[in-house]
């Protein structure tokens, strides 16, 4: 069956610094990979999707960057965090038109 | 653009009493609408898939039915462990999964 993990689990972080976030998938190949935000009282904010290796699109401008270096690992980064950057991440994968399947997120908060 | 509309925001039941959750959407071309349940600091676990109007799923005590308006979640005698936020999103047509999420219903069961 597939997995997802995510990490880390929490993160406090100082304003501009910069920021990591991974997320793996087990028990799939050439999964689309997604990264949302989820704001208090928001649905999720699709961030960045990816159908395949180093193909990354982006669905709003911002202080973020995502890649996808191998099949079933993508990764959320910064080079320097903005206090507006706090929130909860969540990654999730998907087998063409079926339903997304998402990790249990990232809390970052930006102090 | 597709948009999801969830109500209500919040809903507090009595342990046993049953009551329904309300997604309507716009989107050209439905491909797919999905229910999805998110417990606090937890990424949404998948529950129902729906495809076309008339459609109904079941698992435990939720049942989710499709118009092509509007979905609705049916909660039977629900208990405490119901308790969490559901999402209701939609899948539009074309060659690129997105996926459009509502806010959530934050539902409490009350023993």
């Known amino acids: 069956s597939q997995t997802i993990h995510q990490w880390p689990a929490t993160l406090v972080q100082p304003v501009g610094s910069p920021l990591s976030l991974e997320c793996t998938v087990e028990?799939?190949?050439?999964?689309?990979l997604y990264w949302y935000r989820q704001a208090a009282g928001r649905g999720l904010q699709l961030l960045f999707y990816s159908v395949g290796i180093g193909q990354i699109s982006s669905e709003v401008p911002q202080n973020l960057s995502a890649s996808r270096p191998q099949d079933r690992q993508f990764i959320l980064s910064s080079k320097k965090l903005l206090l507006s950057d706090s929130g909860f991440y969540l990654c999730a994968w998907s087998e063409g038109n079926q339903p997304q399947h998402f990790g249990d997120g990232t809390r970052l908060s930006i102090l | 653009e597709d948009q999801v509309t969830q109500s209500p925001e919040a809903l507090r039941l009595q342990e046993g009493e049953s009551s329904s959750l309300n997604c309507s959407y716009t989107v050209s071309g439905l491909r797919g609408l999905f229910w999805y349940r998110q417990d606090p600091g937890k990424g949404p676990e998948f529950l129902f898939t729906?495809?076309?109007a008339g459609e109904e799923k079941e698992k435990e005590r939720l049942k989710a039915t499709l118009t092509k308006k509007e979905s609705f979640l049916h909660i039977t005698a629900p208990k405490p462990e119901d308790s969490a936020t559901y999402l209701c999103a939609v899948q539009a047509g074309g060659g690129y999964q997105k996926v459009t999420f509502g806010t959530g219903t934050k539902l409490q069961v009350i023993p």
């Open positions: 028990g799939t190949s050439n999964p689309n």
């Open positions: 729906l495809y076309s």
